[in-house]
């Protein structure tokens, strides 16, 4: 997997989650799931930058792992907002097949580091 697909399309990834969440806070008045959204949706990208510096193939899989369990938490917190009518279904089907694609390729990574 190359480092920068990853990187890109988390970067990509945590605006749309800032966006979203700016525009759940401002129309509907909603400010605690989204603060959760906020935070684990944009951790999953700083985890991958911080990856790709890591100082061994362990500090790499266990940064790779950390952003793995956000973006899972990630998909929870955006299912919640979905099924508590705070965040519509094509927004909800937009992030989630993004969020999807992302654990599809870190679990890649994981995969194939782990095995090396």
Not at 22 to 39: A, D
Not at 97 to 108: D, F, P, Q
Request: aromatic content about 8%.
């Amino acid at each position: 997997m190359d480092g920068n697909l990853i990187e890109e399309k988390s970067f990509e990834f945590a605006v749309a989650i800032v966006r979203e969440c700016r525009k759940i806070s401002q129309e509907k008045r909603e400010y605690i799931l989204t603060k959760q959204l906020i935070r684990s949706g944009t951790s999953i990208g700083a985890n991958i930058a911080e990856a790709q510096h890591a100082q061994s193939r362990a500090d790499f899989i266990s940064k790779i792992s950390i952003a793995q369990k956000e973006a899972n938490e990630t998909k929870y917190w955006i299912r919640l907002l979905y099924a508590t009518q705070f965040m519509n279904k094509e927004i909800f089907e937009s992030l989630n097949m993004k969020i999807l694609e992302l654990l599809r390729i870190i679990s890649a990574i994981v995969k194939t580091t782990s095995s090396r």
